[in-house]
């Protein structure tokens, strides 16, 4: 029998013992933390500069390649199916605060690959295909802007 499908952007990631182990694409500090998002919904912490590291809850098992802290507790990060997460702990717990479903039908194909914020209020996240999302009040709301973007075919970042 086959297991029955279950979407990444509804399945929380998976505790393991091997989280250190994957591949980790994105690095950010927090403060005196790191914090790593990669593969799987897998984000780790250090505090003792990389020497040892926690796997903290995520509510996605979507691949995470990109993490920004603008303060030492508040901290985004992106990845493939459009997800957009916030820790508001120091990248110890994560909430969705955004998915490419939203986006509408190709939405949750389209990867997110890049985060950054200018203070705990506002940020961009730019993906796949001009995606380009920008929020002002800390990610309550991410809105659409791709006319900001040089890309009139859609066919890069």
Known sequence: AHAAFRDVLDTPAQPSRLAA?????GLARAGQRLVAVGQRGHVLTSDDA?????????????DLVAVHFPSP????????????????????????QFDGRQLGA?????????????????GIAVGAFGTLLITDDGGRHWRPEPALADNP?????
């Not at 190709?106 to 506002?122: H, K």
């Open 21 to 25: 182990k994957v591949l980790l694409s």
């Open 50 to 62: 990389g020497k040892s590291w926690a796997q903290a809850e995520v509510p996605v098992s979507s």
């Open 73 to 96: 507790q508040r901290g985004w990060a992106v990845g493939h199916d459009g997800v957009v997460l916030a820790s508001s702990d120091g990248g110890r717990h994560w909430t969705r």
């Open 106 to 122: 190709q939405g949750a194909e389209n990867p997110l690959l890049d985060v950054w914020f200018d203070d705990e209020q506002r």
């Open 153 to 157: 075919k859609s066919l890069h970042v």
